[in-house]
């Protein structure tokens, strides 16, 4: 039997992989029956030696391949130069499991907007020709849609994890189609939860986005004039110790350095593509981004931006504590916020 596992997601081709590995070790001696070979220096002879050794003192053997059809290329001599496994395979032994285990593909684009595959390799279009062939892609979960749920859901109920359903939405939507992460997430939940369901409080608690979006939007408060909410997300952020006063006002100065630049561009009449260039923000970082500067000006961003540099001061010549000092900058900057004439309506 030959497998060939690829696709641009990771993570479940390394699961295809060990699940296979399971499945095939019933004797437990299939570590001393496999094979690991390098795709890139492996020649169709080689390869077909190690496929048709017996397993020893077993009852299967497994011959693992990393890179042969990426290494292979795409020109018309590939077919040729592999016809000998080609020709072989039917006859190998039936202990024998050949894996061809190909990387994701680069980041590198094709003329079609792409990442690069080996979906378009001539040998894996002469392997599907044959019988006792299983070719399995994996492509990631689109951002949007039940998948992710779907596969978080079947993980927990397989690890005997038990997680509320908002829990479950909650942490898919802050960590997206990122399996590896989802999986880790849940691992660290289910430990933190002990034998009780994990909560959507736990998520919110744990999980490195959700702290991540409290710092965002308390950033967001402070800049577009709501200073109460910013004090209140600051002191459950500092109470959690999730967040240094070092880093909160960092990621402030980064966003009015932003927000400088953004006003600049708005006040010259730039739409949101410019403000997007100048800025190199994208997405709805950009959007986010244009609309704070339309509410604002150029010279509020460059007072609000002066503030900071005032409150790093203070902190640095012992004349006041990093988190009175960053209180106190929060309700400075959300003051001058909520004085702005929009650039809009100058």
């Known amino acids: 039997m030959l497998y060939v596992l690829h696709g641009e997601d990771d993570f479940r081709v390394e699961e295809a992989l060990s699940a296979l590995r399971t499945e095939l070790d019933a004797d437990g001696m299939l570590a001393t029956n496999s094979s690991a070979l390098d795709g890139r220096r492996l020649t169709p002879a080689e390869l077909l030696q190690h496929a048709s050794a017996l397993p020893f003192l077993g009852s299967a053997r497994l011959v693992l391949v990393d890179g042969l059809l990426a290494a292979a290329g795409r020109g018309r001599a590939v077919v040729e130069r592999w016809q000998s496994l080609l020709d072989a395979l039917p006859t190998m032994p039936p202990s024998t499991t050949i894996v061809l285990r190909e990387a994701p593909p680069k980041r590198a684009r094709s003329a079609r907007g792409r990442p690069e595959s080996v979906g378009g390799s001539p040998l894996l279009a002469a392997l599907r020709t044959l019988e006792g062939v299983?070719?399995?892609?994996?492509?990631?979960?689109?951002?949007?849609?039940?998948?992710?749920?779907?596969?978080?859901?079947?993980?927990?109920?397989?690890?005997?994890?038990?997680?509320?359903?908002?829990?479950?939405?909650?942490?898919?939507?802050?960590?997206?189609?990122?399996?590896?992460?989802?999986?880790?997430?849940?691992?660290?939940?289910?430990?933190?939860?002990?034998?009780?369901?994990?909560?959507?409080?736990?998520?919110?608690?744990?999980?490195?986005?959700?702290?991540?979006?409290?710092?965002?939007?308390?950033?967001?408060?402070?800049?577009?004039?709501?200073?109460?909410?910013?004090?209140?997300?600051?002191?459950?952020?500092?109470?959690?110790?999730?967040?240094?006063?070092?880093?909160?006002?960092?990621?402030?100065?980064?966003?009015?350095?932003q927000l400088v630049r953004a006003t600049e561009?708005?006040?010259?009449?730039?739409?949101?593509?410019?403000?997007?260039?100048?800025?190199?923000?994208?997405?709805?970082?950009?959007?986010?981004?244009?609309?704070?500067?339309?509410?604002?000006?150029?010279?509020?961003?460059?007072?609000?931006?002066?503030?900071?540099?005032?409150?790093?001061?203070?902190?640095?010549?012992?004349?006041?504590?990093?988190?009175?000092?960053?209180?106190?900058?929060?309700?400075?900057?959300?003051?001058?916020?909520?004085?702005?004439?929009?650039?809009?309506?100058?």
């Open 134 to 257: 299983e070719v399995r892609e994996f492509r990631p979960f689109p951002p949007r849609g039940r998948e992710t749920e779907n596969w978080l859901r079947e993980r927990a109920g397989a690890a005997g994890v038990e997680i509320e359903p908002r829990a479950l939405a909650t942490l898919v939507e802050l960590v997206g189609p990122k399996l590896r992460i989802l999986d880790s997430e849940l691992t660290k939940l289910a430990r933190y939860a002990g034998v009780r369901p994990i909560t959507e409080d736990d998520v919110r608690l744990l999980t490195p986005e959700a702290r991540e979006q409290s710092l965002f939007t308390l950033i967001d408060a402070a800049v577009e004039g709501e200073g109460a909410s910013a004090l209140r997300i600051l002191d459950r952020v500092l109470a959690e110790g999730s967040e240094a006063p070092s880093r909160v006002q960092f990621q402030l100065a980064r966003q009015l350095g």
């Open 265 to 346: 561009c708005a006040e010259a009449g730039g739409d949101e593509s410019a403000i997007g260039e100048a800025t190199g923000a994208s997405g709805y970082a950009r959007t986010k981004l244009v609309r704070q500067a339309r509410a604002t000006s150029r010279a509020v961003a460059e007072a609000a931006l002066r503030a900071v540099e005032r409150a790093d001061h203070a902190v640095k010549s012992g004349r006041m504590s990093e988190a009175l000092s960053l209180e106190l900058l929060l309700v400075d900057v959300a003051g001058l916020a909520r004085t702005a004439v929009p650039a809009s309506s100058r």
